[in-house]
Structures are given as C-alpha cells and as structure tokens.
C-alpha cells in the first residue's frame, strides 16, 4: 500500500478518519466511530498482545512501530470491551508483529528509501534471520521532514529487535523497541494570520522531544485440547518540551513507566455436532506520569482484571456468544484530594448466522465503559465524574469469496455521562464534565474484489452521526466528528515485479465546538504510487 506507519495504513486502507497531531512526524490519532477529542481515550491499541494506550490525554505513538516489523492489523469497530477493558467503547487496533504471528520463518530483508516534498527523506531497513527453531527480526527507520509550517520540522528515528523460539507446541518471544521524535511546535494561528501566511509561525524556539521504550516477553503453548499464553511488559515514555504561552516560554516535562502483565486459556472440546471454546484470562497493569517543574505532579493508575467469553457452534453453524469482564480501577493524582475508584462490568452477548455458502448475519449486544484518566479528573469545576458508560448494539451482515468480500454494519452506542471537555464550565474558564446523554450511530460498509488476478478494487464507505440527546446542547454534533468519510483504493501488477496504486480518501466537515457554530471543511486526497 506504500503506507510508511501503522495508523497511515489504517486511514488509507480502511477509511479511518485521523487528526494530524501537533507534535509533527506524522502521528494521526484515529477515530474508530465518532468520539472526536477524545477519541484517544475511547479506543484501545494492543501490540503482540499488551496494551498501548495512555493514561492521560498524551496519545498513543503509532508512529514509532517501525511498519517493517508488522505483519497484521486487525480494526475491531465498536466495543471490545470484554476482551480489552476499559474505554474500548469506539474499537480496538490489534498490531501483530512478525515475530508474534507464530507461522514457519524464512531469511529476509529489505530496505526502503523515499524522497518527497517539504525535503522530506525516509529511510526504513528490516531484516529475519533463521536457524532452526530461532529466528531474529530487526527494522530501523529514520525520517527528516520540514514540514508545512515555519518551525514545523521533525526528525524521527526508531529500532526493534525480537527473538523468537518455537517448537512443537511452544513458542517464545523476546521484544525490545526504541523510537525517538524531536520537531518544533509551530503553535496556532489567527483566521487573519492563516489567511495572510498559513506557513508562518508566532513561535519559532518551541520544540518538543520524545522518547518511547518498550520490551516485552510472550510465551504460548499448547497442551491437548488446553492452549495457555502469558505475556509480560514494560514501557517508557520520555517528553521534554518549551512551549510560548501570552509571551512567556515554559517547560513542559514527564516521565511516563507502564507495566502489564496477562494470562490467559482456552479450552476447545467437541460433543457430537457441538463445538465450544472457553476462554478466559486474568490482566494487571501499572502506569505512572510525573511531571516536573514548579506545577509539576504525579499520577498513578491501576487496573485488575478478569474476563471469561464462551463460544458455541452448534449444527448448521450458528454460533453463540456471551462474555464478561469485571475490572477494578483505581486513579490518583497528586493535585486531587480522593482517588478515583471504581468496580465495573462489561458484558456482551453475540450471534452469527449462516445464510447461504458464502453469507453470514450477525448481532451483537453489550455494555462498555471508561473512568476519566489523569488529565480529565484533574481539571474539573469541583464535581468529581461519573463513570462513562455506553450500551452497544450492532447488526451486520458478512460476503465472502474466494478473493472478494463485502462487510456491512449498523451499529448504535447510547452513552450515559461520557467524559468531555466543555469550555463553557466552571464559569467560562473550561473543565472536563460529564455530557447529558450522548449517541453514536451509524452505518459502515467495506468490500474489496478482484477484478482480475493482477488488479484489485478496495472500498469503505462510512455514515456516522454523533450527537447530544439531551441537555443545553440537544441535537447538536459532537465536536471534531466526521459524518461521512469514504476510501477507494486500486492495485495493479502491471507487469512482473512492477504494481501501480491508487487511493482516494475523503473525509466530511466536522464542527469544531459544542455549539456548532462554525464548521471545518471537507478533505480529499490522492496517493498514486509506482512500486518496483
């Protein structure tokens, strides 16, 4: 696809819509299904296993996953919450790398390099190594851009490295993963000053560095009809930045340590033309920020978890589903006098239906949930909040072929207390509030077919509506949600060893504020690329 990071990928091949970050080296935060601001917070990102996400409105760093190292992403729409807990509501990205897909190995390498505007120059390296039941992966990657603004320039670069022993029903994996940002922050502009000069920055000494680590250890075998796996990690997150605020610079700085570990079963067994499969796991996981400084602080969370799901196929294919996850919560923060604690359950009941040889129906029913993470409880009008909690329902239809398929969903989240950031609270001065009731609903399609052995047609094609149902800002659309987005994509082998591509993507407008008063315009853009 020529996609050079993982969240590129997803917006390119699926139709996601993405904001570009302000930090530079092309970072998105992805909105699965219409939480605009806070969509970081609604969406959960799993790699190998172990869970990326942040607590704290920082954002998760897709872009540092060296894209050489990733065999598989899957996007799971709507709530996961069962399976990945807390603020799974919007969906989850499941990065599996190389060394996690558990497939025989073969020798490998490539490099890759590429030269584009604003000097933007990119250089990736990844390589396998084999011998017998071991196998090394290794990827880097650089990238130097001066981006589209004054002061907007970025340099990232990053490594991996994972050591894989399997044999006959064991596997073991041993990952470590560095990558570096360092950009400038060009800072907002004026309607006037956009309009004047959109490359011109108030700021030209701010800048922004950091730094993200993390190793882990995977270990799966299978014994009878039982498979166990447990995985076990750690990460680092380093941020040092200067940033101008009403004409006096200031530091910004933390330090971000996560730890996690989970274990899990699943136990298959067949009677007479039943098949069923019981899983269940166990999760804990640590995160800590400090920030520095004279406003400095700290905040810690913790979460315990236990999930048990169940499958059943019965005659003919049906197949049943029911789940539940009970987790328990705890955040605090230096600035803030009482923790903010909390058990809560997700659940969800599920159904699959043959229709013919190649169609499938499904629903799907469930509950999913989130407490406001460090920065949002922080910064309040004085009213602790209340835990966010969604029901979820979704119908979908499924459409496979040999190599065609075709998916369609519809899908509603009806939100009670969802966790915002309203300017006008606390008396005009802002603050994180619980929402009136909030809905999310919509329609999305995707399909791919190959019109040829050599030429391949891809498209996704999604409705979403996002509103308040209820409250002072009734029928109005949440801020920074696109209601329409698209994709159209095209391969073509066109001859041995050389693929023409082609991708559209188109993205509505989208309201920047609760009130809806003024809106942002729609996007499309083009990619075309030759590959040799």
């Not at 029913?365 to 966010?388: K, M």
């Not at 998916?407 to 009670?416: A, G, I, M, N």
Request: net charge neutral; charged share 20%; hydrophobic share 35%.
């Amino acid at each position: 696809s020529g996609a050079g990071t993982v969240n590129e990928a997803v917006m390119k091949l699926l139709g996601v819509p993405g904001r570009l970050d302000l930090y530079g080296g092309g970072e998105y935060a992805l909105d699965l299904r219409g939480f605009g601001s806070t969509s970081d917070s609604n969406m959960v990102i799993v790699v190998d296993g172990l869970r990326l996400s942040e607590g704290d409105l920082g954002g998760t760093r897709l872009a540092g996953i060296p894209i050489d190292t990733v065999e598989r992403i899957e996007v799971l729409r709507g709530s996961g919450a069962v399976l990945y807990g807390e603020g799974a509501t919007g969906g989850v990205v499941i990065i599996t790398t190389k060394a996690g897909r558990g497939v025989q190995r073969r020798n490998t390498a490539q490099v890759h390099a590429a030269a584009g505007s604003h000097s933007t120059r990119e250089l990736r390296a990844a390589a396998t190594l084999v011998a017998g039941d071991f196998s090394v992966d290794v990827a880097g990657n650089r990238r130097l851009s001066d981006g589209h603004r004054d002061n907007g320039e970025s340099a990232t670069r990053g490594g991996s490295v994972a050591a894989q022993w399997a044999t006959d029903g064991l596997r073991v994996v041993l990952r470590h993963g560095e990558d570096r940002l360092g950009a400038g922050l060009p800072g907002a502009l004026s309607t006037a000053q956009y309009d004047s000069d959109p490359t011109q920055s108030e700021h030209p000494n701010d800048w922004v560095r950091i730094i993200n680590r993390r190793s882990s250890v995977q270990a799966d075998w299978r014994l009878g009809d039982w498979e166990f796996g447990v995985e076990a990690g750690q990460r680092a997150k380093q941020m040092r930045s200067l940033s101008t605020y009403f004409g006096s610079a200031s530091n910004y700085d933390y330090d971000v340590a996560a730890d996690q570990v989970g274990a899990r079963a699943r136990y298959s067994a067949t009677l007479g033309s039943l098949r069923n499969s019981l899983a269940g796991g166990v999760d804990v996981s640590h995160w800590d920020r400090d920030v520095a400084g004279t406003y400095g602080s700290s905040a810690r969370q913790t979460n315990r978890a236990v999930y048990l799901r169940d499958d059943l196929t019965l005659e003919g294919g049906t197949r049943l589903s029911a789940g539940l996850r009970r987790e328990a919560i705890k955040k605090t923060h230096s600035g803030v006098t009482a923790a903010l604690e909390d058990t809560l359950q997700a659940w969800e009941l599920g159904l699959v239906q043959p229709l013919a040889a190649q169609w499938q129906a499904y629903g799907r029913l469930g509950r999913s949930f989130r407490l406001a993470n460090a920065d949002e409880f922080s910064y309040t009008s004085g009213t602790p909040l209340r835990p966010q909690m969604s029901r979820d329902v979704e119908l979908g239809a499924r459409w496979r072929a040999e190599r065609d398929r075709a998916d369609l969903r519809l899908y509603r989240s009806s939100l009670r207390d969802e966790i915002g950031y309203d300017p006008a609270a606390n008396g005009g001065w802002g603050a994180n509030v619980n929402y009136d009731p909030t809905r999310r609903q919509g329609i999305e399609l995707e399909g791919s077919h190959a019109l040829t052995p050599a030429l391949e047609l891809r498209a996704t094609a999604a409705w979403r509506q996002a509103t308040f149902a209820g409250g002072a800002y009734d029928g109005k659309d949440v801020p920074l949600v696109n209601a329409g987005s698209a994709s159209l994509g095209a391969q073509w082998q066109v001859l041995p060893g050389h693929r023409l591509g082609a991708n559209l993507v188109y993205a509505s407008s989208r309201h920047p504020d609760l009130a809806n008063s003024c809106s942002m315009p729609s996007v499309t853009t083009l990619d075309l690329r030759w590959a040799w």
